[in-house]
């Protein structure tokens, strides 16, 4: 089964359109109190909701482990706020967050805006990119479902994507070149997501994966109604991670375009991640009555290898910051 490559040249477009919108350097003089407690509450948020991001962003400095964690709570937030209440107040909340998550003066009693927008400014992340992203985080009210996979990887690059070309400019990156291999450890990234909670989005009225692949492989809707694990169910899902196993290879060589002090983060983000789809193999593709998740020392036991794995690529030292 072949997959037209165009869901790139649209991906990218997007990518570099957004990079020209780089937000200007934060002048303004913020209490030092205020803007630590406002780190504080994000590095909880993160705490509390991903302990792989957490444990990866643990591996950076302090100054960028903040603001990744920023980034994250600010991700996070947007997201909780359409998952968490009927539609018309997800609207009326959403709208309301995008107003303060972009302004350069959200007020001392929001301190998740108060902390994102610090970081957006200090590290000069381009404001389309966060805009990208609270499109594809409200696009999930009036969800439709995916015709095909150039549909889905258009999403994928809306809320995960923009998350890894954001978190690009904290850790700093070689160039323009590096944002292809951004782009696509964002997409598998937020494919593996997909696969591991195909039961739960089901549940809460949502299916993400490409209709016309499910029917090529002689599955409807009624099959993830029905939550079993058949043979046409195998063989879908093994394209799938495939699909998203060939992506994680191609983005990996990207890590070497990062800052030095970022790398390991990323790799054992994206190496943690990938280990998801070893767990939904083990599992039979039961993504319908469990959720795969890698353990906490499962996780531990991974890192050696990633950090041996990652002292192999090629290093790139000019770095693109400003």
């Given at each position: 089964m072949q997959t037209s490559l165009s869901w790139e040249t649209q991906v990218l477009h997007l990518a570099h359109e957004a990079l020209e919108s780089r937000s200007t350097p934060s002048r303004t003089t913020l209490d030092t109190r205020l803007l630590s407690a406002a780190y504080a509450a994000c590095g909880e948020i993160t705490r509390q909701n991903s302990r792989t991001f957490a444990l990866a962003s643990a591996l950076l400095p302090s100054g960028k482990r903040r603001a990744?964690?920023?980034?994250?709570?600010?991700?996070?937030?947007?997201?909780?706020?359409?998952?968490?209440?009927?539609?018309?107040?997800?609207?009326?909340?959403?709208?309301?967050?995008?107003?303060?998550?972009?302004?350069?003066?959200?007020?001392?009693?929001?301190?998740?805006?108060?902390?994102?927008?610090?970081?957006?400014?200090?590290?000069?992340?381009p404001v389309r990119y966060a805009e990208q992203l609270l499109e594809g985080v409200a696009s999930d009210l009036t969800h439709q479902g995916y015709a095909s996979f150039e549909e889905l990887a258009a999403y994928c690059y809306r809320v995960a994507s923009t998350v890894g070309l954001m978190a690009m400019h904290i850790i700093g990156f070689s160039g323009p070149e590096a944002i292809l291999y951004a782009v696509k450890l964002g997409i598998a990234l937020q494919l593996t997501n997909i696969l591991r909670d195909v039961g739960e989005d089901w549940r809460n009225g949502r299916v993400y994966l490409p209709q016309d692949e499910l029917a090529a492989f002689g599955l409807t809707e009624a099959d993830l109604a029905s939550g079993k694990v058949t043979p046409q169910w195998r063989k879908f899902m093994r394209y799938q991670v495939g699909r998203a196993r060939q992506l994680y290879a191609e983005a990996w060589p990207g890590i070497a375009m990062l800052s030095r002090d970022g790398r390991f983060a990323i790799a054992a983000a994206a190496g943690l991640y990938e280990?998801?789809?070893?767990?939904?193999?083990?599992?039979?593709?039961d993504v319908f009555s469990r959720r795969a998740h890698l353990s906490f020392w499962k996780k531990l036991a991974s890192l050696p290898g990633l950090w041996f794995r990652m002292q192999t690529l090629e290093d790139v030292t000019v770095w693109y910051l400003d």
């Amino acid at each position: 089964m072949q997959t037209s490559l165009s869901w790139e040249t649209q991906v990218l477009h997007l990518a570099h359109e957004a990079l020209e919108s780089r937000s200007t350097p934060s002048r303004t003089t913020l209490d030092t109190r205020l803007l630590s407690a406002a780190y504080a509450a994000c590095g909880e948020i993160t705490r509390q909701n991903s302990r792989t991001f957490a444990l990866a962003s643990a591996l950076l400095p302090s100054g960028k482990r903040r603001a990744v964690r920023a980034l994250y709570a600010f991700c996070r937030t947007s997201d909780d706020l359409v998952d968490r209440a009927p539609g018309a107040a997800s609207r009326r909340d959403l709208a309301s967050w995008r107003v303060r998550s972009l302004s350069a003066h959200p007020g001392d009693d929001d301190l998740v805006a108060l902390a994102w927008v610090n970081t957006r400014l200090s590290f000069s992340i381009p404001v389309r990119y966060a805009e990208q992203l609270l499109e594809g985080v409200a696009s999930d009210l009036t969800h439709q479902g995916y015709a095909s996979f150039e549909e889905l990887a258009a999403y994928c690059y809306r809320v995960a994507s923009t998350v890894g070309l954001m978190a690009m400019h904290i850790i700093g990156f070689s160039g323009p070149e590096a944002i292809l291999y951004a782009v696509k450890l964002g997409i598998a990234l937020q494919l593996t997501n997909i696969l591991r909670d195909v039961g739960e989005d089901w549940r809460n009225g949502r299916v993400y994966l490409p209709q016309d692949e499910l029917a090529a492989f002689g599955l409807t809707e009624a099959d993830l109604a029905s939550g079993k694990v058949t043979p046409q169910w195998r063989k879908f899902m093994r394209y799938q991670v495939g699909r998203a196993r060939q992506l994680y290879a191609e983005a990996w060589p990207g890590i070497a375009m990062l800052s030095r002090d970022g790398r390991f983060a990323i790799a054992a983000a994206a190496g943690l991640y990938e280990g998801i789809l070893d767990e939904i193999e083990l599992a039979d593709y039961d993504v319908f009555s469990r959720r795969a998740h890698l353990s906490f020392w499962k996780k531990l036991a991974s890192l050696p290898g990633l950090w041996f794995r990652m002292q192999t690529l090629e290093d790139v030292t000019v770095w693109y910051l400003d």
